[in-house]
């Protein structure tokens, strides 16, 4: 997943804007170039994790387009829900659809760096039910 689309991202159940994002896993892609003007993103910059007129300094979307997140969790701290990235691509799929036993899996894998509140809290899946 590309940090670039925090700024596009919000929680399919509340709306909550911007999403919290923890990463695992990251890939470097050093002969990315960026090819449009900075800054590409319009509100919210997922690389410094902040807002961009909050910016003290130009972003560094030159850093930012050459890193992929190949696995993390985006959390929407308004209604706990949260959605894995896995192998570059965000999982954001309602309730009803998700594969509970893969999201226990997904969180088993990656207890050790995932905060405690999606453990023991999160939804719709966590590692206290």
Do not use: H
């Not at 449009?36 to 387009?65: A, M, Q, R």
């Not at 226990?104 to 999606?118: H, Q």
């Amino acid at each position: 997943m590309k940090y670039r689309l925090l700024d596009l991202l919000a929680c399919p159940y509340c709306k909550k804007f911007p999403l919290q994002l923890y990463v695992f896993e990251e890939k470097i892609y050093r002969e990315r170039k960026l090819e449009w003007k900075k800054p590409s993103c319009e509100l919210y910059c997922g690389f410094k994790k902040e807002y961009i007129d909050n910016l003290k300094e130009t972003p560094p979307c030159e850093e930012c387009i050459k890193n992929e997140i190949v696995y993390g969790i985006l959390y929407c701290e308004k209604c706990s829900r949260w959605y894995p990235i896995r192998e570059e691509i965000p999982i954001m799929l309602p309730d009803e659809y998700r594969k509970k036993d893969e999201d226990k899996s997904f969180l088993e894998k990656f207890k050790a760096t995932i905060p405690k509140e999606i453990l023991e809290f999160g939804r719709p899946v966590n590692l206290s039910k």
